[in-house]
């Protein structure tokens, strides 16, 4: 039995709630306290890996973009934000590593940055 004010759980024979002190009847609707939605932790778990891994690149990718639905079907905005921070920080640090690949390798992309080298 639940107290029907607070939520607090409180005995069957019980006049008062040990917690808000409001005065318990028999014969009135409980209150019966909120669950948590599903994937309510999953989301914030998935979003928090995606940014420890996004140097990875890829499995930090796969777990933001897992755990973005997750995120949503719960409405967490905590884990919303961290899933969509995880996705767009992999996209960055991918397109870095790309650029810092094309410097070291001679790629044409960076021509326009060293105009002085083009043979």
Same mark, same amino acid.
């Given at each position: ?28 609707? @409980? ?13 914030? *778990?998935?979003? !928090? &890996?995606? #940014?420890? $891994? ?15 639905? @997750? ?13 969509? *921070?995880?996705? !767009? &920080?992999? #996209?960055? $640090? ?26």
């Amino acid at each position: 039995m639940y107290c029907r004010t607070c939520g607090n759980p409180v005995a069957q024979s019980a006049a008062y709630c040990n917690r808000c002190g409001a005065a318990q009847q028999a014969g009135q609707m @409980l209150f019966v306290p909120p669950q948590k939605p599903r994937f309510y932790s999953a989301g914030f *778990v998935l979003g !928090v &890996l995606s #940014i420890c $891994l996004s140097w990875t690149l890829f499995y930090g990718l796969v777990l933001g973009i897992i755990g973005l639905p @997750l995120a949503c079907i719960s409405k967490r905005k905590e884990s919303i934000i961290l899933n969509v *921070v995880g996705i !767009v &920080l992999c #996209i960055v $640090l991918f397109v870095l590593f790309l650029g810092t690949m094309g410097f070291v390798f001679g790629s044409s992309s960076w021509d326009w940055y060293y105009p002085e080298q083009i043979i």
